[in-house]
């Protein structure tokens, strides 16, 4: 896996940080399928196909809202539950399992996509001894400074 | 000010009070629904009753069945 992330392994990133996620597509603008967690294209498509639908629908059901146009939408149905967040560039939708949070859903969502618009990577937390063996750099001594205090 | 439970079985009825809850608060989390939310994060429901509110359970059904049909 790439340290900058690209639109194509988005999808994939969104499965490696969330357990719950089944599988997951990215669209961009024009809604057409950018990557996807399944290798089958056909059911690939057919899954950005929906996302899309999905989103329409959303649109028009809250058409007369007097608020923003939603950038997230969490769908449950008996056995699942499908999550969709969307910047103007992409559209990325998840199909979780059952009991899947969906508070971490949606944060992962939307940390992918912030990741693909520029924003900062998303940092892995890893353990001790994945520290210790790892070689020591500048970039891993600035991590381990302590915060500095706020206040006077 | 809420009263400190006090004796075992008090305690115990407190845990299971919790337990029970818990339960309720993630049961009425997976009640089929629609959920939207702003750039902000503030959540809004779709109500079972509004317009379009049958074809985005539809669709996402569709969507758990294509994800069930790849595993």
């Known amino acids: 896996m790439p340290d900058t992330l690209t639109p194509e392994h988005a999808a994939e ?8 996620v089944r599988t997951a597509v990215l669209l961009d603008a024009a809604g057409s399928l950018t990557s996807a967690t399944d290798a089958d294209r056909r059911r690939a498509e057919k899954l950005a196909d929906l996302a899309r639908r999905l989103f329409e629908e959303v649109d028009r059901a809250t058409r007369d809202w007097e608020a923003e146009p939603p950038e997230q939408v969490e ?33 992962d969502l939307h940390a992918v996509l912030g990741e693909l618009e520029g924003g900062p990577p998303i940092r892995r937390s890893e353990s001790v001894e994945e520290r210790a063996a790892a070689p020591a750099t500048e970039e891993r001594a600035a991590e381990e400074l302590p915060m500095p205090e706020l206040g006077g | 000010m809420k009263e400190k439970r006090k004796g075992p079985l008090s305690r115990a009825a407190g ?17 089929p629904r629609v959920l939207v939310y702003d750039p902000s994060g503030y959540a809004r429901l779709v109500q079972p009753e509004a317009r379009g509110h049958d074809r985005i359970m539809s669709l996402a059904e569709e969507m758990l069945s294509e994800a069930a049909g790849r595993e």
Do not use: C, H, M, N
């Not at chain 1, 990133?13 to 719950?20: I, M, Q, T």
């Open chain 1, 75 to 107: 769908v449950q149905v008996p056995g699942g539950a499908v999550f969709a967040s969307r910047t103007p560039r992409w559209t990325l939708a998840a199909v979780a399992k059952r009991g899947a949070l969906s508070s971490l859903i949606l944060y």
């Open chain 1, 13 to 20: 990133r969104l499965r490696e940080l969330s357990a719950d």
């Open chain 2, 15 to 31: 845990i299971a009070e919790g337990v029970a809850a818990t339960v309720r608060r993630l049961q009425r989390e997976r009640e």
